[in-house]
């Protein structure tokens, strides 16, 4: 272990916080090659509680790449339905689409818990990655070559790069970095119960209730989760008191409003608050922060974990491309351009919905009244029923690594429950394919770069391009990008499927980054050079 503790000071990563967010983020930088020393201030694993439950069809696809999505995918409940009542009557059902194209369901339902369960059992085959537990982070410098990790007991770890994924107490962190957590926290509090009942007819749906007359003036919220249990959560006043509800009798009450008669048993139970904050830097030098470190959203939607995921992913490739040489630190920039206007856009939904749940003034409430008693008989209402918008890639659409296109332009934050059509900054289709080593169009992508050629184009011309770059860059990989395939859209998948699902036209050139997005889609080979260095953080000049 002292091997590859030596190599983590000199080209390796420290990960702060042995959550889900620092799990995934351990196991894609070790899949691509880079070791990685993972550490948490706790002395071992607690799996209490459900804690995060809904975990996003794009999230299953990154854990499947980094180890585990599949067996999460398989373990958890998919549900389909979303229903949303006011009072005592349905306004409407959602029905999310089936999957398509991709192999996950648009959401599954399992716990934290048994997540980082089947991450640890992932990070234990990976010889690249050593855990440290008790290792409370209590300060950290920076120099030109690393970071040092100092923890409490006097103890010190060295690496080149740190990724704080350290929660939402991490302030000590934050501290050390001297960055900002600005933002609100709510007043009302919310009491969540993870149940095991039998209730088959709520087994497959979402249900969300404004104003129950079991929960009058406030709102419920159930999820069904593995095992025949479902995670409650209650609205309630900031001076609720669990402790006195159990002891009175009022708890079982609550459950029984929902349940009825049925048998059941409370697996477990908190009280929480909460709080829409978001880091005014997402990269500070070495550093890069992440997850709930970095960002708290209101859980309506789902944008925590699912968001935590999405920094990890972004945050891995880059560190990777950079320790191995093949991009400059100016990479590590494009993770807070990029993270950030996630985070941005997470809290401007997430508090959209807050504030439609919990009214400010007598105006609002007003409006959200007569838009709720509405809604039932006017199509026109649902709309504006704001019950939280589901968890969603973010578009790198404005990036600085993103080329435009300027016959693709980007529409705008689409209808919920949907994607926008595939062009630069969108994350791509995840369409089955006929390669040797890969069946999915994003696990062929997550090897390095990749250039599709729609019918038409000058393959010959781009694989010409590209050869002259390795020349000059005076390695394997060349001075582009690093790993690097070329491929004909009809020889990944002969039935034309990935050409139809992306929208090719003849001619184009689709460049695809290695987390998946898309980085540009020209028609002339000669811009690959400029739209490469662009997407690698290297100064770019203009295509064509």
């Known amino acids: 272990m002292a091997d590859l503790d030596d190599a983590v000071a000199t080209r390796g990563v420290a990960v702060i916080g042995a959550g889900p967010v620092g799990q995934t983020t351990s196991l894609l930088l070790a899949r691509r090659g880079v070791p990685v020393v993972l550490l948490d201030g706790r002395p071992e694993r607690d799996p209490v509680g459900s804690k995060a439950i809904c975990q996003q069809r794009d999230v299953l696809d990154v854990w499947e790449f980094a180890g585990g999505g599949r067996r999460i995918a398989a373990e958890g409940v998919t549900w389909r339905t979303a229903r949303t009542f006011h009072r005592d009557r349905e306004l409407f059902a959602d029905h999310l689409p089936d999957a398509g194209v991709s192999e996950f369901p648009p959401f599954v339902n399992i716990s934290q818990a048994r997540v980082e369960e089947i ?27 690393g970071v040092t990790i100092r923890c409490a007991g006097g103890r010190h770890v ?41 209730l088959p007819d709520w087994a497959g749906e979402r249900r969300f209730y404004f104003d129950p007359a079991w929960n009058p003036g406030r709102q419920v919220l159930i999820h069904p989760c593995p095992g025949g249990v479902f995670r409650i959560d209650w609205q309630v006043p900031e001076d609720y008191d669990l402790a006195a509800e159990q002891r009175s009798g009022a708890l079982d009450e609550r459950i029984r409003a929902i349940v009825g008669d049925v048998g059941y048993d409370v697996v477990w139970s908190s009280v929480y608050r909460f709080h829409s904050r978001v880091v005014d830097r997402m990269r500070v030098g070495r550093v890069l922060l ?26 891995a490739w880059k560190l990777a491309w950079v320790l191995r040489g093949w991009a400059g630190e100016a990479l590590l920039e494009s993770y807070h351009a990029e993270r950030h206007a996630a985070a941005e856009e997470n809290l401007a939904v997430t508090t959209a919905t807050m504030d439609f749940l919990v009214p400010h003034d007598e105006d609002r409430r007003c409006r959200r009244e007569a838009v709720l008693t509405g809604a039932a008989s006017d199509p026109g209402l649902r709309g504006q029923v704001d019950s939280g918008r589901l968890a969603e890639p973010f578009w790198y659409v404005a990036s600085p690594l993103t080329t435009v296109d300027e016959t693709r332009p980007f529409a705008g934050r689409p209808p919920r429950a949907t994607v926008p059509s595939p062009g630069p900054g969108i994350l791509v289709p995840d369409v089955p394919v006929s390669v040797a080593d890969c069946t999915r169009l994003r696990e062929l992508a997550r090897s390095g770069f990749l250039v599709l050629a729609a019918p038409e ?27 690097l395939r070329v491929l004909a859209a009809d020889d990944v998948d002969p039935t034309g499927s990935v050409a139809a699902e ?15 997005y898309v980085a540009a889609v020209i028609t002339d080979p000669r811009d690959l050079g400029p739209v490469l260095r662009r997407a690698c953080g290297r100064a770019a000049t203009p295509v064509r």
């Open 119 to 145: 991450l640890d059992e992932e990070i234990a085959r990976q010889p690249l990655i050593a855990v440290r537990w008790d290792r409370e982070v209590v300060g950290l410098a920076q120099d030109s070559s």
């Open 290 to 315: 992440a997850g709930d470190c970095a960002h708290l959203y209101a859980p309506f939607g789902a944008r925590g974990l699912n968001s935590g995921v999405g920094d990890a992913d972004n945050a």
């Open 457 to 483: 184009a000058d393959l010959a011309a781009a694989e010409a391009v590209l050869t002259a770059g390795n020349r000059r860059g005076g390695t394997d990989e060349g001075e582009w990008t690093g790993p």
């Open 502 to 516: 992306l929208g090719m036209r003849s001619g184009e050139l689709w460049v695809l980054r290695p987390d998946a």
């Open 158 to 198: 060295r690496a080149a790069y740190a990724v704080a994924c350290a929660g939402a107490r991490a302030e000590s962190v934050r501290r050390a970095l001297g960055v900002t957590f600005g933002g609100r926290s709510f007043d009302d509090r919310f009491l969540i119960c993870d149940i095991r009942a039998d």
